[in-house]
């Protein structure tokens, strides 16, 4: 390229997105989130500024300082997802107000004027019905006369090891733009094995001797029980002793919870990374063969972090409730690779005419 590709990541969280798009070659020079425990993992893994505050706080002189003329300036950002998931989506639970803060992100755009920009949420975005925000959020960046383009991407298909799917939006000034094509077929998928196969193994409560990270979730002999008689892909309904069951899950409505206390399968991607992954009543976080709910590290590296991301700076200063929702609200950093491949890409046909 012959001017700098510079960008700032709104919603930065603790770097996955920013961290991805620096291993693709893009300089990341400023994160803004509204959580100030975000700020040590960010700095020290994504060598950026981070800056804490509210997106409704922030000016246009906040995120231009950092761009240069010249610069091919790119602005991204990942609203917080919850007011669109599917338990909000449901009955008259949409009181969430979060889901306005798409319209500060439109603001900044409109007062900014980036050359690119991308979005990257849940689908349920698309189906959320209390207003078009989405729709919206399209319409305004056409107004502002940038070419767009978005899709549901599903995450093994790009190398990443969840069944993880996403709405991601790439959006140029400059011309025609689109996600590269997948780098991985359904027999190139990269495996729970595959990616955490390889770490020394830990008990419950326990923490690696190696990596302070490598710690799993202290679970109760009632759910030690559990996790015994739980077979990877199996079910609680099919695999436990009556004894064992849950009277919640015997309901009707408790019936269809058919992956909780559940082990992941070694030969398959896991499951989608949430912000409760590391504990075992919440999904079919069990690891595949160690009695235990899967440990910080081994849901960091699902989520695609590198097995030298940091975290905390010492075992004594790590707080595992809050490293556990930091890790499963962020952006996987191969999905942050594949966004900052597909713009240096974009902006290579521009060059040569192509687009």
């Not at 919440?282 to 989520?303: K, T």
Request: hydrophobic share 30%; charged share 30%.
């Amino acid at each position: 390229m012959k001017n700098s590709i510079v960008a700032v990541d709104l919603f930065c969280g603790i770097g996955g997105l920013s961290y991805g798009l620096k291993k693709a070659g893009i300089k990341v020079k400023a994160g803004f989130d509204f959580d100030d425990k975000c700020q040590y993992s960010y700095e020290e893994n994504c060598k950026a500024k981070f800056i804490h505050s509210d997106i409704t706080d922030i000016k246009k002189d906040d995120i231009t300082k950092y761009y240069k003329k010249d610069d091919i300036k790119i602005l991204l950002g990942c609203a917080p997802c919850q007011p669109f998931s599917t338990y909000t989506l449901k009955g008259d639970k949409q009181k969430d107000t979060r889901w306005q803060l798409l319209y500060e992100f439109s603001r900044l755009i409109r007062e900014t004027k980036p050359d690119i920009v991308s979005m990257e949420n849940v689908p349920n975005l698309l189906k959320f019905k209390k207003e078009p925000v989405f729709e919206n959020f399209v319409k305004e960046l056409k107004e502002e006369g940038f070419h767009t383009w978005y899709d549901i991407v599903y995450s093994p298909d790009y190398g990443i090891p969840q069944k993880r799917k996403r709405l991601v939006l790439l959006a140029s000034k400059r011309g025609k733009i689109k996600l590269i094509k997948p780098t991985h077929t359904p027999q190139e998928y990269v495996t729970v094995k595959d990616a955490i196969g390889h770490l020394d193994k830990i008990a419950s409560g326990e923490t690696s001797k190696k990596d302070f990270i490598h710690k799993a979730s202290k679970i109760s002999e009632k759910n030690l029980a559990r996790v015994k008689q739980s077979i990877p892909g199996g079910s609680w309904k099919r695999d436990w002793d009556k004894d064992l069951q849950l009277n919640c899950h015997k309901s009707d409505k408790g019936k269809t919870y058919v992956s909780v206390y559940g082990r992941m399968e070694w030969d398959k991607p896991s499951p989608t990374m949430t912000t409760f992954c590391t504990g075992i009543g919440n999904g079919r976080f069990g690891h595949p063969e160690q009695d235990r709910a899967i440990s910080l590290r081994e849901a960091a590296i699902l989520q695609s972090f590198p097995t030298t991301y940091k975290f905390a700076k010492n075992k004594e200063e790590l707080k595992f409730g809050q490293v556990s929702k930091q890790i499963g609200n962020a952006v996987p950093p191969k999905l942050g690779e594949i966004i900052g491949k597909s713009i240096i890409e974009h902006l290579k046909e521009v060059e040569n005419g192509k687009s």
